[in-house]
């Protein structure tokens, strides 16, 4: 089973191919992403790795978490399952109010 872990405070000029390659030495790497800013472009410093087996992300959250990496000491967790946002004006709606 895979897992899909959270990495945090990334200096900005880390790509996914950066996060591929050394969390690759854990383990096999379904996929990374550094997020970025809509409207900026930059990286918004975090990303996320999908491990491709649970125990190659553990591996990875030990070897990695607090580690220092392009000058920045890494966070490594296991990634919280994203939560449901409302959409913009839709919070009345939900609410079961009329307009």
Request: aromatic share 10%; proline share 3%.
């Amino acid at each position: 089973m895979s897992a899909n872990l959270y990495v945090g405070n990334l200096p900005y000029r880390t790509t996914g191919e950066d996060l591929a390659e050394l969390f690759g030495s854990y383990g096999e790497v379904v996929s990374a992403k550094v997020v970025m800013d809509r409207e900026t472009g930059r990286s918004r410093g975090f990303g996320f790795v999908e491990m491709s087996a649970d125990d190659a992300a553990q591996r990875a959250i030990d070897g990695l978490n607090e580690k220092d990496f392009q000058g920045r000491n890494l966070k490594v967790n296991l990634a919280r399952p994203r939560e449901a946002r409302p959409r913009a004006g839709g919070a009345a709606w939900q609410h079961g109010e009329d307009y």
